[in-house]
């Protein structure tokens, strides 16, 4: 049996946009007036950056090396496509094997782009 598009099954999302909506564009709007006016005084002292109470020493404006933040977005990459996994071992009868050898395609590609990142040197620490 076909299920066929019916507009009021997305009425509930579209109230909880709503919802939402409402609740930041009227919480925006009652800090702007509520909220107290005062003027900015510009001194040497409050434009300073205050780094918990320690004097400040140099600048912070040092080239670094970029490998920690490459690790970390490749961390974040596998993990999210390793969170596909999970459903899958869930329902791992009902898909059968057209299923299985799909999940296999999709782990060859995930261990191919491991694969190429570990040829790009990617993790190599070292250099």
């Not at 709007?29 to 918990?52: M, P, Q, S, V, W």
């Not at 040092?62 to 071992?89: G, M």
Request: overall charge neutral.
């Amino acid at each position: 049996m076909e299920r066929t598009f019916i507009p009021s099954d997305y009425l509930p999302i579209i109230v909880q946009s709503a919802v939402a909506l409402g609740f930041v564009v009227v919480t925006m709007a009652l800090t702007h007036y509520i909220g107290g006016k005062r003027k900015r005084i510009r001194t040497l002292r409050k434009d300073e950056n205050f780094e918990c109470g320690i004097e400040v020493k140099g600048n912070a404006r040092f080239p670094f090396s970029v490998k920690y933040f490459l690790i970390a977005i490749l961390f974040v990459l596998f993990d999210v496509e390793i969170i596909f996994f999970y459903p899958w071992a869930i329902n791992f009868k009902e898909f059968g094997w057209d299923g299985f050898w799909e999940m296999l395609l999709f782990l060859f590609f995930l261990l191919f782009g491991f694969y190429y990142i570990y040829k790009k040197g990617a993790l190599n620490w070292e250099e």
